[in-house]
Every structure is written in structure tokens, then in C-alpha cells.
């Protein structure tokens, strides 16, 4: 599974963006899509996470602020991020896998939010 990110940039504090990731390459029960992100000299975390069936989870940074969907037909996930904080800087990673994320992973998408 190829997964094919993109959609990050630099927008001001307060503003919106959307990533989206495609996956494609030989067909595999992907049940798990989401997004991790690394900021210079921090941990990688987990963003957010949605199965095939549509359950949500997020981290608690961003609940409330951003909202991940799915079109299982087009193999796409997305990530809709309000109300950007300079602190969502980060590079975003798009994941997935058969029970939870990790077992794919695209190259990542740089969001950068000014102050």
C-alpha cells in the first residue's frame, strides 16, 4: 500500500487548512487511516484516527478543532484543521493499517501556522 499525501502549507494562526492522503497499490483490508505529525525536537503523536466503519478518535490537542473523514470508495482520508494554533506545526504523517495505524506510512506534508 502506497499512501500519498499532501494539501499541508503555511497559513496564520486562527486559519484553516485540509490535508487529504490517497492510498493505492494492491488491495489489502485496510480498516485503520489516520494522521500522526512530528514537530522539530518532539515526540511524534497521533493526530487522528478513523476506521473503515467511520469511528473516530483524536489526540486531545486538537479535539474539537479538527475533524478526520474517510471515502472508503476513493481510498481517501482527510483532515480538516480550524482554528490552527502556531503549536499544530508540525510535519503531518498520513498512516494506516489492518487493526491500527503503523503498518503504512506516507512521506510527510508540512503545515506551518504563524503567529
Known amino acids: 500500500v502506497q499512501l500519498q499525501a499532501s494539501g499541508g502549507g503555511l497559513v496564520q494562526a486562527g486559519g484553516s487548512l485540509r490535508v487529504s492522503c490517497a492510498a493505492s497499490?494492491?488491495?489489502?483490508?485496510?480498516?485503520?487511516m489516520g494522521w500522526y505529525r512530528q514537530a522539530p525536537g518532539k515526540q511524534r503523536e497521533l493526530v487522528a484516527a478513523?476506521?473503515?466503519?467511520?469511528?473516530?478518535s483524536y489526540g486531545d490537542s486538537v479535539k474539537g478543532r479538527f475533524t478526520i473523514s474517510r471515502d472508503n470508495a476513493k481510498k481517501m482520508v482527510y483532515l480538516q484543521m480550524n482554528n490552527l494554533k502556531p503549536e499544530d506545526t508540525a510535519v503531518y504523517y498520513c498512516?494506516?493499517?489492518?487493526?491500527?495505524?503503523?503498518?503504512?506510512w506516507g512521506q510527510g506534508t508540512q503545515v506551518t501556522v504563524s503567529s
Open positions: 498512516s494506516s493499517g489492518v487493526e491500527a495505524l503503523g503498518d503504512f
Open positions: 497499490g494492491r488491495p489489502l483490508n485496510i480498516n485503520v
Open positions: 478513523i476506521t473503515s466503519g467511520g469511528t473516530t
